[in-house]
């Protein structure tokens, strides 16, 4: 299994940024995938899940209504768009799925 994720930087409060997780090494269209993510000092949260076709999402309370999850099953990607950010959604988020977790991508936002 392997999940690599990309898109993550230095935004300013309000801004955007679409994270990216290209998986292998598994059947990705059978499995549901997730993006979590861990803030300094804090531990790992689930914040956004989505169903192996793409049809069901669960977002965390702190996310829902600005972060939105989705699939490209013929690419084996998932994506996490993440609109008006603020400076408590700065940490490393992770995709995780197919019994795998990915390097992390760095997503820092500045108040």
């Known amino acids: 299994v392997q999940l690599v994720e990309s898109g993550g930087g230095l935004v300013h409060t309000g801004g955007s940024l679409r994270l990216s997780c290209a998986a292998s090494g598994f059947t990705f269209s059978s499995y549901v995938m997730s993006w979590y993510r861990q803030a300094p000092g804090k531990e790992r949260e689930v914040i956004a899940v989505i169903s192996s076709a793409g049809s069901n999402t669960n977002y965390a309370e702190s996310v829902k209504g600005r972060f939105s999850i989705s699939r490209d099953n013929a690419k084996n990607t998932v994506y996490l768009q993440m609109n008006s950010l603020k400076p408590e959604d700065t940490a490393v988020y992770y995709c995780?799925?197919?019994?795998?977790w990915g390097q992390g991508t760095q997503v820092t936002v500045s108040s």
């Open positions: 995780g799925g197919g019994g795998g």
